[in-house]
């Protein structure tokens, strides 16, 4: 019983971070998307296209990282 709460805790903690990782990563990826499809939208920046599409790429490679993150769950190693 005693061994039951800290368990319990990590448990939750990790599904809380999951949950956050996914979120996060997810948000971040529909950034990039948007900058990708901005022009087609409407929107016009003040940056060239070469810096925007870079920029989109990170985005989308960091949101795909978080999201993995959040599904391996390995938080306490």
Do not use: Q
């Not at 956050?20 to 948007?34: K, L, P, Q, R, T």
């Not at 003040?46 to 795909?64: E, W």
Request: hydrophobic share 45%; proline share 3%; net charge positive.
């Amino acid at each position: 019983m005693e061994n039951e709460a800290p368990d319990r805790r990590k448990r939750l903690y990790a599904m809380r971070r999951a949950i956050m990782d996914y979120g996060i990563g997810f948000i971040i990826m529909g950034f990039g998307v948007f900058l990708l499809i901005a022009p087609k939208l409407g929107f016009s920046f003040s940056i060239d296209n070469l810096n925007r599409y870079m920029f989109s790429g990170l985005c989308l490679l960091y949101g795909a990282f978080r999201a993995y993150r959040g599904s391996r769950k390995d938080y306490f190693k």
